[in-house]
Structure formats: C-alpha cells, structure tokens
C-alpha cells in the first residue's frame, strides 16, 4: 500500500472572535496555500471541510474562494473528532487512488451548535457536556484515589505549554490554586479543569507518496489509524473511569503502525477536561489503569512536553472541528524538528488522540518521519 | 403510543423487543439488534446509583434502571452514594428537554 503524507499546513490563532465560518475557513485555507511550497490550486483533488457548524455546502464555497475546482468536495462532521474523521477520509480516498493531493480544512465559531448533542435525550436536564465531565472526575477521582490537587495539574501543565503556542488561545501561565479556585461549575468540576469552545480553523494537506516530495522535503507519514465508535449515548459508554472507544482505536492504530506505546515520542491527547488526559494515557496503554497522572507529573516536573507540547485542548482552546487537525499538525511540527520552544528531543514517532461526546467515539493516528 | 407522548404526560416507559425480548434503549420503535418491531411497557422506575454529583445545591446522578438501562437525573431529597436504590418520582419534557426527578428509597 502506498504511504500517505502530510505535505503542508495553515492554522488561524483561536481565539473568541465573531467570525463567519466561511472566513475562518479562508483564512486558515490561505495560509497552508501561502506556506506550501510549489502548491498551486489545480494541483488539489479534493476539498474537506471539517465542521459542526450549521451553514451547508462549505466545501464547496471553500473550493470557489480559492479558485479550486476538485474532483471531491464535502463536509464532515463528527462532533469534536470532525478533525480527524476527516483526516482519515482524506487518507482513504488517497489510497483507493480517487485522488492524490487533498486539503483538509476545519473550522468552528465559539458559538457552535456541536457542544451539545441535543439527540442525547437520556441526560435529561444534563446534556452539557460538563456534566459528564463530572462524573468522569468523580469516577476516576474515586476508584484510583486521585485528589483534586492531582487533577489540576494537568491544566496547569497545559497552560504552561500553551504559553508557546502562538495560535493558542490562552497565553497565560495558571497554578493548582488557580485552578482549584477557579469557578466551581460542579462538585467535581472548575472552571479551569474545561476546554474553551472558541473560534479557529486548521487546514492541513494530505498527499499520495509520489507527490508528497513535490511540496515538502520534510514529509511526515501516517503509519497508523485506528478508529472506534462504542455508541452516541453518553449512558450506554460502559464505564465512567476508563474509555473504551480509545482503548479499542489506539490498538488498531498500534498494529496498524507496528508501533507499541513505549515506541512514542511526542503526543496530542484529547483533555477536553482534565481528567480525559489521564483517561486517555490510561486507556491507550500508556500507563496503568489510575497511574496516567504519574506520566502527566513526570512530564510537567521535568519539563517534558512530550504531552499535548501545544496547550491541549485547554491550553489551545477546543474549536471542535479544527482540533484534531490542529492536533496533528503539531505532531508533524514536532517530527518536522520545528516546533521551536515546543520542541520534544529527538521526537521519530507521534500519536494524536481526538475523541467525541464523552469518548463514545475516538479516532488514533500515529505519525511518523 | 409513543415514548414522548407519554413522558409529556409524566409516564415512563421501556421498549422491548417482541422477538428477541431485548429491552432496546434509547426509546424506540424498532429493535437495535434484530430489527424486529418493539413494544411498549410501563417501567416501575426503580434503578440504583451508578455515580453522581453535585451542581450547586442539586444532586444529579447516573441510575440504572430495572438493572438495564441509564439514564441521568436529579435527585429531589437526600445524600446520595453509590449502590443506593432510588425510583423515578417526576418525568416529563420541559423546553423540549426530557427531565427525570429521582428520590431515594431505604
């Protein structure tokens, strides 16, 4: 099978700012075009845009606003995994040979219609998503005895790391009291511990192994895809303390790649609350069951950014659709050597984690050089 | 009858599958695994808790429901812990958003 690389990128700063989605889609667009060496429009077969935002046919507006005619043009949405849904559309129409060079772009307004799933009737009055945050925390905070000290560290190390990512949206170093004094939304949750729905964009461009060094004499490689979907149903998940949908996407993305966890270098995990970044290095091997928040320790004492290097989602801010491509990008910068004051030593092989509502759905990709 | 229009009217039911008598959750018409056509019964509303916390003064909870389905709600009077057993005492829809008020039992 040919290999499929990433070829070029653009990303917009997140930020809170009232923009139509069709602008934050050009923006974002126009800087992978103006930073993608030898790239010109005819040169793209197909045109996806990630997105929950609610405006019809931006795949093809995108195409029209950049003078690109494409063979396949459409919008995917899957929640706050849009990113790499699409991502791994984009890989499989490379591979069954429907195209050879495809721009990916995503794009979400602060105000997004995907931060609630309105289907999910059996929540009742509690569809937010920081009420199944809460009982994540409370879950994981009970069964592995982590305290509340323990899992503010993980915004505290991502805000940290943020500060150096100039498209993040928070610039701003926060300490455990910060975060244990921040709004209290639930008994089990602060406002601090939250991902921030914010507006962003985040284009990346995917090409078939013949064209890849056309464009890049840097390409990154995606070894490895794994994606799992368990249900919609944040009650039907089958445990509060683990995620099974990661669990299950991150062996098949190990196989696929004939990578094992103690063979990645660098990371983007999905912390849309803190304690999905533990969940998360739990459920995909990286530590035993309760013991991720040893590694995000270990990391933020040593000075390690070999965890979410860019921020995290609550560092970066979370526009759902332009996150996992957001995400990836940052592995292929780290595996690029060019992710300056970010940089992760030596980084050969990366993992990008990007779930949906309450990790009923999870996709992995493992990246390398 | 449909499960909306009797949760409107403060009933809660359960659909089970004709053929294979699998309880089929969420609320449907038609059977998720077999495909077969679904009926509707009452639910005594009895379950436990499987987890909970606390906005504010308000108690909310995961409960398992005649030991099959979940479902989240509020927990009208009380501390709760785990395992506690509880029945659904309030339902309905309010602003197009399914509610369900739970109070302890024991």
């Given amino acids: 099978m040919s290999r499929v690389g990433i070829a070029g990128f653009g990303q917009t700063k997140f930020s809170e700012d009232d923009s139509k989605i069709e602008s934050v889609l050009l923006k974002t667009t126009k800087n992978l075009l103006d930073s993608t060496s030898n790239l010109s429009q005819k040169d793209i077969d197909a045109v996806l845009v990630s997105t929950n935002n609610n405006s019809k046919y931006l795949s093809a507006i995108l195409s029209e606003m950049t003078s690109i005619q494409p063979k396949i043009s459409h919008s995917i949405e899957s929640l706050c995994n849009s990113g790499t849904n699409a991502i791994v559309a984009a890989y499989s129409y490379i591979v069954s040979g429907l195209a050879e060079v495809v721009l990916i772009s995503g794009a979400e307004r602060y105000d997004s219609p995907g931060q609630i799933l309105e289907w999910d009737n059996l929540r009742g009055e509690f569809k937010h998503p920081i009420f199944w945050a809460s009982i994540f925390s409370k879950s994981y905070k009970r069964k592995y005895s982590i305290s509340d000290e323990d899992l503010a560290l993980v915004s505290v190390k991502n805000h940290k790391q943020s500060i150096h990512n100039p498209f993040a949206i928070s610039q701003k170093a926060v300490s455990i009291d910060d975060v244990l004094n921040s709004k209290k939304l639930t008994e089990d949750l602060r406002l601090l511990e939250c991902s921030r729905p914010c507006t962003g964009g985040a284009s990346i461009l995917l090409a078939s192994e013949n064209s890849c060094n056309t464009f890049t004499d840097n390409p990154v490689w995606i070894t490895g895809i794994g994606q799992k979907t368990t249900s919609a149903s944040f009650t039907k998940i089958p445990s509060f303390d683990t995620m099974e949908s990661t669990r299950q996407a991150a062996h098949s993305a190990f196989q696929m790649s004939k990578q094992k966890p103690t063979d990645i270098d660098v990371m983007e995990i999905h912390d849309a609350f803190a304690v999905c970044e533990p969940m998360a290095l739990d459920s995909m091997g990286f530590s035993t069951s309760g013991k991720g928040i040893e590694l995000v320790k270990e990391a933020y004492f040593s000075e390690n950014y070999k965890i979410s290097p860019r921020g995290g989602l609550i560092g970066s801010g979370h526009p759902l659709g332009a996150t996992g491509i957001a995400q990836t990008i940052e592995i292929t910068q780290q595996l690029q050597s060019q992710a300056e004051k970010r940089q992760v030593d030596n980084a050969k092989v990366g993992l990008v984690h990007n779930m949906s509502a309450a990790s009923t759905s999870s996709t992995v990709l493992v990246l390398e050089k | ?106």
Avoid at chain 2, 8 to 13: A, D, E, H, W
Avoid at chain 2, 34 to 42: D, G, H, V, Y
Avoid at chain 2, 83 to 89: A, C, E, F, P, T
Wanted: some cysteine.
């Fill in chain 2, 1 to 106: 009858m449909s499960f909306e229009l009797e949760l409107k009217k403060g009933n809660f039911l359960m659909s089970e599958c004709d053929h294979c008598k699998k309880i089929v959750w969420p609320p449907s018409e038609w059977c998720n695994q077999c495909l077969c056509k679904n009926s509707w019964r009452k639910c005594n509303g009895k379950g436990k808790i499987i987890e909970f916390s606390k906005k504010e003064t308000t108690y909310f909870c995961v409960a398992e429901i005649e030991n099959s389905i979940k479902i989240i709600g509020e927990i009208i009077s009380g501390t709760p812990k785990i395992g506690q057993n509880v029945v659904i005492s309030d339902c309905g829809i309010c602003d197009d958003n399914y509610f369900f008020k739970m109070k302890m039992l024991d």
